[in-house]
């Protein structure tokens, strides 16, 4: 299971970190992602993280803005989201894959948590 968490809202230019917290049998994971789906819109890669926390990947939209990094609490993953922009607003999803393939593609992820809605006012 994925729980993720963190969302809010904030003004433009302001910070979040969501965090998802993965239970159950983890020891097969190969990496986590974050996606994000705003209205009318579809769901699209964020960023991701191989498990053994080693890389890292990013979309273009968020690269020197937004840091995923695995968390000191065992089997977090964490989101760092800086210098927000409204364009930013929408519900972000956390995604876990278990085997190697693309990161970008949303059915190379086994199991999704349930979405945190992120709203950044202008």
């Known amino acids: 299971q994925l729980q993720a968490s963190g969302g809010g809202l904030v003004q433009a230019g302001g910070s979040l970190r969501l965090s998802c917290a993965a239970s159950?049998?983890?020891?097969?994971?190969?990496?986590l992602g974050w996606f994000r789906q705003a209205p009318g819109k579809e769901r699209e890669f964020v960023a991701a993280?191989?498990?053994?926390?080693?890389?890292?990947y990013y979309a273009n939209s968020v690269k020197g803005r937004f840091t995923i990094s695995r968390g000191s609490v065992e089997n977090t993953v964490y989101l760092q989201m800086n210098s927000l922009k409204p364009e930013d607003t929408a519900v972000y999803y956390c995604?876990?894959?278990?085997?190697?393939?693309?990161?970008?593609?949303?059915?190379?992820?086994?199991?999704w948590g349930q979405g945190t809605l992120v709203t950044v006012s202008s």
């Open positions: 159950g049998r983890t020891a097969s994971t190969y990496a």
């Open positions: 995604a876990l894959k278990q085997n190697m393939g693309s990161y970008v593609i949303i059915n190379e992820y086994d199991y």
């Open positions: 993280i191989r498990w053994n926390g080693r890389s890292t």
